[in-house]
């Protein structure tokens, strides 16, 4: 899952660091989510999210209106969701190969 602020002017890296260093903290040991990170476009116009979730449904029950809501009154943009699949993982720091189920 993707996750995209489109903005209206470029935001800078201190701002992005900012807002992610304050709402870390509600996704620490959220059931079903792996990994989150937090990206910003070399030009500042982008910002969001990359998410890996246990499940599409997972994702699907967490990314309610009311989260769309709460995050586009706290970043002035709608935020834009982009599922996408991912068959295969290489995780390092686990030294390991996961492949999804067909």
Do not use: C
Request: charged share 25%.
């Amino acid at each position: 899952m993707i996750v995209t602020y489109k903005f209206p002017a470029p935001v800078s890296l201190a701002d992005v660091r900012r807002a992610a260093a304050r709402g870390a903290q509600r996704y620490l040991n959220l059931p079903g989510l792996l990994r989150k990170n937090y990206w910003l476009s070399e030009d500042g116009m982008r910002a969001g999210g990359i998410y890996v979730w246990e499940s599409r449904a997972r994702a699907e029950a967490f990314y309610t209106p009311e989260w769309r809501q709460f995050f586009t009154e706290q970043y002035g943009v709608p935020p834009e969701l982009e599922y996408l699949h991912s068959p295969v993982t290489v995780d390092n720091a686990a030294g390991r190969i996961v492949v999804d189920a067909e």
